[in-house]
């Protein structure tokens, strides 16, 4: 005969005593400590949108008092280090000043590239900085929200998109997808006399 009790034996009995100090405390007047919790609602991005054109106007962006976008010209020193001529400017700004584009509804559906980033080079710069963010932000962040409508083409897709190095290579890919953008400069022709 064996004396020992066997894990459910044991697993029965612990479960039965958490059950007896839960009764106890709640009929004995004490109460349970609990986690104070406040749901806060996602902020719009259009409430921040004169601090995020301060931010971002020297290299274009969504200026609210006009409702209007001037296409962002970016290079590495922009959004990286802050260049000679041009100053710093912060990666959550550029993604922030595009998410206020989106919610205040002027972006286009197919030429939003053009309309977004003064040429290709600028749209390769930001999906190198989207690609390299690694800083804080949450799933619930509007300028997310709003870059994960546009790699999606609209839908609401989520799956793949977990990082911003997920979301930069959608970018990669969803150019090949739309119609021509950026028109390549044409050569003009010698005149021949």
Not at 164 to 169: R, Y
């Amino acid at each position: 005969m064996c004396l020992t009790p066997h894990r459910g034996q044991v697993d029965r009995l612990h479960s039965r005593r958490r059950w007896r100090v839960a009764l106890f405390l709640i009929f004995s007047g004490n109460s349970v400590p609990t986690f104070a919790y406040t749901y806060r609602p996602p902020q719009p991005a259009l409430a921040d949108a004169a601090t995020t054109y301060e931010a971002v106007k020297i290299a274009g962006g969504y200026n609210p008092a006009t409702n209007t976008f001037t296409p962002l010209k970016l290079d590495d020193k922009d959004i990286s280090y802050g260049g000679h001529d041009r100053p710093l400017v912060s990666g959550w700004a550029v993604f922030a000043t595009i998410a206020e584009a989106m919610e205040a509804g002027i972006v286009e559906e197919d030429m939003w590239p053009t309309q977004l980033f003064a040429n290709e080079e600028s749209y390769g710069t930001f999906v190198r900085a989207l690609h390299s963010y690694e800083e804080c932000y949450k799933l619930i962040d509007p300028w997310w929200s709003a870059l994960r409508t546009i790699a999606c083409g609209g839908g609401d897709e989520e799956e793949g998109h977990s990082t911003a190095a997920d979301l930069a290579e959608r970018f990669d890919e969803v150019l090949g997808d739309l119609p021509e953008q950026w028109p390549k400069p044409t050569k003009k022709k010698a005149k021949r006399n």
